[in-house]
């Protein structure tokens, strides 16, 4: 039998969660006095169901990511978030993400997407946990059923993450390793090809739909999967799994529109609606209309303060995540039209008359924000590097916004500020699911046109043309997707399942000088803000660490290219 450092490999990937412990009594017969024991969870139903919850927490595994048990997956307001991963920002101070941009990512260093390996299987052990043993708590069979249907949501998101990562994985099922277990046996480290991991996923999202309510009520607060929540988990796998990088490169139009569907189910359910302000969507403190599964903070579970990691520097902010003016470029003229640099008109005002969307996600040369405009031209600027803490200045000219409350503080904000929600799925993000899935299934429809419409009114922007054709009408909601769901964590994914990132990502990380003249007027430099930004063809997909593939006996097969 081969040895297999399987305490390294629990520690990864099968340890038990925070409220979980099993000790071998024959040697120190001592009870645990911090945590809660197995026995216990199984005969207290209180229990069993905040074990259920505390499945929904994110435990800290690295450095700079947020507070140690925040509510989340382990991935939401962070330091470094994903955005500076893609051609949208760029993270100021790097915190291990330029490694990314740069194309140095490695088995042995994979930055800031380390831990999602080990973070998804360890709660797939923890969920197979709790399924294996929730017939033993005494509970009714609405409760049961109820808890059932949560946890094997919960185990398809974990799914989700591993699945759109690294590709190929290990479909674990519902088996909770042990450490007398074989883990000789090739069965623990089978990679599956993806469809086979597809099918799997949306099967478990099928069994929770069917059983997970509308609505969550004082039982179940806010925060809880609900059907909605498992339909659109499913209707992002079905875009995900009809998309090029997920099929080989060829358009199955049968898949495509199995991801329409999907994301119409979700819009047949009447009960969410983009709601009216774009900027205030992402500020609120409670629900509304457009969320369909979120995070809710609050100040006994906070996030990192975004207000102080992501603010100008000459407010006293740390800069964070910085947008690049690639993004900035793309949006769109207020009548619709492309924004140009070789247009004199737009090249003398370029912040002026732009998509609404530009200036509620981007703090721009001018923008007026609390009291006063940001200032991060040459000399002299209160937000350049002329300002105080230089350190903390934008490499690119420009701070975030989206996400940012001005009614909370910038300076010491530990006791008051970090309370904005997380959406990890938004009507929004619904309506551009379904326009994508349609249009290649069908061409551009008055349904997809619909779809597609009502997010630029929302936002103040005019309908498309119409008679696009279905490659131009493509175009378009790729760009809409840039726009609207820009910061999401949603850009890398999909530049990636398109199969264009080996275009975006070889790109130069742009940003912007700009000079004060003496006349008060501006001058604009574009310039370049990360040296050496690379995307290989490997790079569609992460690595799985390097620990990892030791720890399995190299018996766990590596990704190609790594």
Request: glycine share 8%.
């Amino acid at each position: 039998m081969k040895k297999i450092n399987i305490f390294k490999y629990i520690s990864g990937i099968f340890v038990v969660g925070v409220l979980l412990t099993s000790c071998e009594k024959d040697y120190l017969d001592v009870t645990p006095t911090d945590r809660v024991s197995d026995a216990a969870i199984l005969s207290d139903s209180t229990l069993f169901e905040a074990y259920v919850v505390n499945r929904y927490l994110g435990v800290r595994l690295t450095n700079k990511e947020g507070d140690a048990n925040q509510p989340g997956f382990g991935r939401t307001f962070e330091y470094g978030m994903w955005s500076s991963l893609t051609d949208e920002s760029i993270y100021n101070n790097d915190d291990n993400t330029w490694l990314i941009q740069q194309g140095q990512l490695s088995p042995e260093n994979l930055g800031i997407a380390g831990t999602f390996w080990g973070r998804s299987y360890r709660s797939i052990r923890e969920i197979n946990y709790a399924l294996a043993n929730i017939d033993q708590v005494g509970m009714s069979q609405e409760r049961v059923d109820r808890l059932t249907a949560e946890l094997k949501f919960l185990r398809a998101f974990r799914y989700q993450d591993l699945i759109r990562n690294y590709g190929e994985v290990v479909i674990m099922g519902d088996n909770v390793a042990q450490l007398g277990d074989d883990f000789s046996d090739p069965m623990w480290f089978d990679r599956r090809p993806i469809e086979e991991s597809m099918n799997y996923v949306i099967t478990e999202l099928d069994n929770a739909i069917s059983e997970l309510p509308l609505y969550n009520d004082s039982d179940y607060p806010e925060g809880r999967a609900t059907r909605g929540a498992a339909m659109a988990l499913k209707s992002r796998l079905l875009l995900y799994a009809a998309s090029p990088l997920y099929t080989g490169g060829t358009s199955d139009a049968q898949k495509w529109a199995e991801a329409a569907q999907a994301a119409q189910d979700v819009m047949d359910l009447g009960i969410y609606s983009l709601y009216a302000n774009y900027q205030e969507l992402f500020t609120t403190e409670s629900s509304n209309s457009e969320y369909i599964f979120a995070r809710f903070y609050n100040l006994n579970a906070r996030h990192l303060a975004l207000e102080i990691a992501n603010g100008p520097n000459g407010y006293g902010g740390w800069g964070g995540n910085v947008p690049l003016q690639n993004l900035v470029d793309d949006y769109e003229m207020i009548d619709g039209t492309e924004f140009d640099w070789n247009n004199p008109v737009h090249a003398a005002n370029p912040y002026d008359n732009r998509d609404p969307r530009f200036e509620a996600t981007i703090l721009y040369n001018g923008a007026p924000y609390r009291d006063r405009t940001v200032e991060t031209f040459l000399p002299d600027g209160l937000d350049s590097q002329d300002g105080p803490s230089n350190w903390n200045t934008s490499k690119t000219g420009y701070y975030l916004r989206k996400f940012i409350r001005e009614d909370l503080p910038i300076i010491n904000p530990w006791a008051v500020a970090g309370v904005q929600n997380w959406m990890y799925f938004r009507y929004g993000e619904i309506l551009l699911n379904y326009a994508e899935a349609q249009n290649e299934a069908i061409g551009p429809d008055d349904s997809v046109y619909a779809a597609i419409n009502a997010i630029r009114s929302r936002a103040g922007m005019p309908n498309l043309p119409v008679g696009l054709s279905q490659t131009e009408m493509r175009d378009r909601i790729r760009h809409e997707r840039r726009i609207e769901l820009a910061f999401e964590e949603h850009r890398f994914y999909d530049v990636r399942r398109w199969m264009i990132a080996d275009d975006t990502e070889n790109q130069t990380a742009e940003g912007i000088n700009i000079t004060k003249e003496s006349d008060g007027t501006f001058t604009y430099e574009i310039k370049t803000a990360l040296q050496g930004k690379s995307f290989q063809e490997k790079h569609y997909w992460l690595p799985i660490p390097r620990s990892e593939i030791l720890a399995s006996d190299n018996m766990l097969e590596q990704n190609p290219g790594y």
